[in-house]
């Protein structure tokens, strides 16, 4: 065989190289272009020109620009699918509004500024006449979540992040199981990735029993799909289109904080009853129609008054256009006048988030935020630290809470408005993933929640700057270097 002329094979290796370094370039200059955040646009740059072949592959693997563009590819191609069927996706009457509408007009006065945020956000008004009901731990939620069940008679939807199977996550499989075969119509989604957390599969063992289960947008091979990213967190049930549940609690043993384990999780989850179980009634079906491009409608709702609280649901993630609960949330904390409660257990709001909270608390607002004093993520809780003496010298009081580690995301303005649902106040909530939340506007409900918010900080250890400064350089030096990169956490 002719050996390859030295001239030959430098001439080959500098187009290998140039062509590297092309690509590298190439994929600095996406990140420029398109990044919102500066640190990650630089974090990327920095990545692409170190590593000239690792460094775009994983830039193009797992951006966030090419996560927005696939989740707004897929969205079009769901909404087109869907508004070729022509289905409405709940069971009641044919209207241009949502259901339960609430003319803005009658809203009361004093839930007027944060009514108007989430309007301009949402475009959905208010649903009026519901009952909201906190759930504490997985002692209250899920007795409450499998009496429903037990009792449907039409149908169940189900959506959730993660699905265990321990002794927790078998009673919900056994109690769908039941469901499906008196002949309810039982439908469950289970994330991709959150269902890979527990073995054996809880969505195996429901498909064995007969139950209608999918994944939402598993990772395979072939065709390549690896993204981390594109995951629904939204954590839903509603029964026969009469009562629906959502909320921060995934189905785990874990969530059963009073028998002490290790790795228990304290959770806020909501019951609601009236018209909102509509809206996430519409909900679990557009992700349904996602995930299998069937758009059948759903049984009728029940839309009575059956109490006094204002609610609609706020739907994100990429590919919406725009963030949508960050955008509210960072709009109701514009408008508070008295007091911002913040309780999330992964804290790495925006810079303007941040920025904020910080004018609140300077215009007299009082800002209270508790976070988990031991994080399951602990490059999180790191991050996190990092921020907080922009916020302490503003006057915003932090506090870590005592484990159990705290998985509620809860948001209390001037007593008077809540939000809840799964998003925590992080990149991959407010970017990333998909998510559900709910506004609740209503002073009972509000109540309620702020003396649960006020017996938790009541135990919580205040964060001062002293101790802040006390942390020694290479600490220091590690959570700084966690924060560089909360962009990608």
Not at 196 to 215: C, D, Q, S
Not at 371 to 376: E, M, T
Request: aromatic share 8%; glycine share 10%; with cysteine.
């Amino acid at each position: 065989m002719t050996p390859i002329p030295a001239a030959a094979l430098t001439t080959l290796q500098w187009v290998l190289i140039s062509a590297m370094y092309g690509v590298s370039v190439y994929a600095a200059g996406h990140a420029l272009l398109h990044k919102r955040d500066p640190r990650a646009a630089l974090g990327w740059i920095a990545v692409c020109l170190t590593f000239p072949l690792a460094g775009p592959l994983l830039y193009f693997l797992f951006g966030i620009n090419r996560v927005h563009s696939r989740a707004a590819r897929l969205l079009e191609e769901s909404e087109t699918r869907r508004l070729r069927e022509g289905g409405r996706l709940h069971g009641g009457p044919a209207r241009h509004e949502p259901p339960g509408a609430m003319p803005s007009d009658i809203v009361p006065p004093r839930y007027e500024r944060m009514a108007r945020v989430g309007y301009a956000v949402t475009g959905r008004p208010l649903a009026g006449g519901n009952h909201v009901q906190p759930l504490h731990n997985g002692e209250q939620a899920y007795p409450a979540m499998l009496e429903a069940i037990d009792n449907a008679e039409h149908s169940v939807f189900l959506t959730t992040y993660i699905f265990g199977t321990g002794d927790a996550g078998q009673r919900f499989v056994d109690a769908l199981a039941d469901a499906a075969a008196r002949g309810v119509d039982v439908r469950v989604i289970v994330d991709g990735v959150g269902g890979l957390y527990h073995w054996p599969r809880a969505w195996r063992r429901l498909a064995r029993r007969g139950v209608r289960v999918e994944r939402f947008l598993p990772p395979h091979l072939v065709p390549l799909q690896l993204s981390v990213n594109l995951r629904t967190h939204r954590k839903v049930l509603v029964c026969d289109g009469r009562v629906g549940f959502t909320g921060g609690m995934n189905i785990a043993q874990n969530h059963m904080a009073a028998q002490g384990c290790t790795r228990c999780v304290t959770d806020l989850h909501f019951l609601f009853s009236g018209p909102i179980v509509a809206q996430l009634q519409e909900a679990f079906l557009r992700d349904w129609g996602f995930v299998t491009g069937e758009y059948a409608p759903g049984p009728p709702v029940r839309e009575e008054p059956c109490g006094d609280s204002l609610c609609r649901m706020v739907l994100d993630g990429p590919g919406f256009g725009f963030e949508r609960v960050h955008d509210l949330l960072a709009g109701v904390v514009a408008g508070a006048e008295r007091s911002i409660h913040i309780m999330t257990p992964y804290f790495l709001p925006s810079r303007e988030l941040i920025s904020g909270l910080r004018a609140a608390s300077l215009r007299g607002v009082e800002v209270h935020c508790v976070l988990p004093g031991r994080n399951n993520l602990p490059f999180v809780h790191w991050a996190s630290r990092n921020l907080l003496p922009s916020l302490l010298e503003s006057g915003v009081r932090v506090y870590y809470q005592p484990p159990p580690f705290c998985h509620t995301k809860l948001l209390l303005i001037d007593g008077c408005y809540a939000h809840v649902g799964s998003a925590n106040i992080d990149p991959r909530s407010l970017r990333l993933n998909f998510e559900l939340t709910v506004e609740v506007l209503d002073t009972t409900v509000a109540r309620q929640l702020g003396q649960h918010f006020e017996a938790v900080r009541a135990v919580s250890a205040e964060v001062t700057t002293q101790s802040l400064t006390a942390r020694s350089m290479p600490v220091r030096l590690r959570d700084a270097v966690c924060w560089l990169f909360s962009p990608y956490l």
